[in-house]
């Protein structure tokens, strides 16, 4: 399973917190159930709402799926996803020892 950081930012306009029936899309949204059926495992999610910014840390055996998975946020503003490692297991590749997850080099 490769490692992604999803980032999400929108405007005051299209903030999803304006509208109670889109937060409730999206808490649904990334449910574990939800997510497990797409393929994503959220490790970890954090929202500035006064900077209207959302950041999320997956686990997928596919950048499509995470793809899929951010799809939504994408309707109300900027989505970038990026595959990367732990700091674990990057002094792991720079050390030569066993990575599972193959992103990168030292």
Excluded: Y
């Amino acid at each position: 399973m490769a490692l992604f950081l999803i980032e999400h930012t929108h405007t005051t306009e299209t903030c999803p917190t304006q509208s109670p029936e889109m937060v409730k899309q999206l808490r649904s949204h990334v449910t574990p159930e939800n997510t497990r059926r797409l393929g994503v495992s959220i490790l970890g999610d954090w929202v500035s709402e006064p900077e209207h910014t959302v950041v999320f840390i997956v686990e997928s055996d596919s950048p499509d799926k995470v793809s899929t998975f951010a799809a939504p946020f994408a309707q109300m503003g900027q989505v970038r996803v990026r595959v990367g490692l732990t700091c674990e297991d990057t002094a792991k590749a720079c050390l030569g020892e066993c990575v599972h997850r193959s992103v990168g080099t030292c």
